[in-house]
């Protein structure tokens, strides 16, 4: 099974920026798709941003200007830049990837956007 380890997350104001990190046990380009999930109080679980499985990137509209999602094979690590955040984007964020057995999931990191 592979290992993701989160790191980032924490307060910060509306309009600011946060970075997220998923460090890969495993050589990160083998897991397609990898990405980002986020899951608000009282709602579902939503794709953020991901790398597909021909490594092209996508974004929940909400999303779309403000978050970017990237990757570094020398650290095996997956990225989610966010800026301009907003009260929204309030939630726990996990990284997510399919290796060769199957899906994994990071443990969650609490991103609050508050003032």
């Known amino acids: 099974q592979v290992q993701l380890a989160q790191s980032g997350g924490g307060l910060v104001q509306p309009g600011g920026s946060l970075r997220l990190s998923c460090s890969a046990s495993v050589n990160i380009f083998t897991m397609r798709p990898m990405g980002w999930y986020r899951q608000a109080p009282g709602k579902q679980r939503e794709l953020v941003a991901t790398f597909t499985d021909d490594g092209t990137t996508t974004y929940t509209d909400s999303v779309k200007g403000r978050f970017t999602i990237s990757r570094d094979s020398a650290k095996n690590t997956l990225y989610l830049q966010m800026n301009s955040v907003k009260p929204e984007d309030t939630a726990v964020y996990f990284c997510?990837?399919?290796?060769?057995?199957?899906?994994?999931w990071g443990r969650g990191t609490q991103v609050t956007v508050s003032s």
């Open positions: 997510n990837g399919r290796g060769s057995a199957g899906f994994s």
